[in-house]
């Protein structure tokens, strides 16, 4: 483990020690508005030391897992209105804060107006991907209240499955790291299938209107 990693996980036991599972929620209020703390860190070290330390009925991942997809939701909110309201200036602005690259919103970019706003819900699960797919849907102007819907759902199924890796690791939670890392393209795999699904779908539902 190198200084910052240790360092960051230091403040998050501090942190989980203190305010426990509002902790969580408020972190990633804050990695889904700025993308600096990875969201396998935040939700593994909560899965191990919030869930598995304190023996905590397993089932319990669907209510915390809730909870930690309003605080994401919130937190992807505000990049959102930042780049819908602000533009590409607040934009990169908002890059030259938080060391965001370029090169990365500019994939982000390319992402969403390949696929649409589907890749908003899809991109809620894949490392990379679920933090910076905010800027292009806010500077689309993509419809808010179906902004908030996929990434609520989204972040709903990737919160519940990292806290449960995280427990089930328990001090090995930092090989989600490592497990992520190799299945990130299957995921983004199935991911391009299902858009294509919609994406062909739609166009079938629009050739029938004619």
Request: proline content about 4%; hydrophobic content about 50%.
């Amino acid at each position: 483990m190198d200084q910052l990693e240790h360092i960051i996980i230091s403040n998050l036991q501090s942190i989980y020690d203190t305010m426990g599972w509002l902790g969580v929620t408020g972190l990633l209020v804050f990695e889904n508005s700025t993308g600096i703390i990875p969201s396998e860190i935040i939700l593994g070290l909560a899965g191990w030391m919030l869930l598995a330390a304190h023996d905590t009925p397993f089932h319990n991942i669907f209510f915390w897992g809730a909870m930690a997809a309003i605080g994401s939701t919130i937190g992807a909110s505000i990049t959102y209105w930042a780049a819908n309201l602000g533009g590409r200036p607040i934009v990169d602005r908002m890059a030259k804060w938080f060391r965001i690259s370029s090169q990365h919103i500019e994939q982000a970019e390319e992402k969403f107006q390949k696929w649409g706003s589907g890749i908003v819900f899809f991109g809620r699960m894949i490392p990379g991907v679920r933090t910076l797919i905010n800027i292009p849907a806010g500077l689309a102007r993509m419809n808010f209240p179906r902004f908030l819907a996929y990434t609520i759902i989204g972040t709903y199924i990737w919160c519940p499955f990292l806290f449960g890796v995280g427990c089930l690791l328990g001090l090995e939670w930092r090989l989600l790291s490592v497990f992520l890392n190799h299945f990130s393209p299957w995921l983004l795999g199935v991911g391009v299938l299902v858009l294509i699904f919609i994406f062909t779908y739609h166009k079938y539902l629009e050739g029938r209107d004619i």
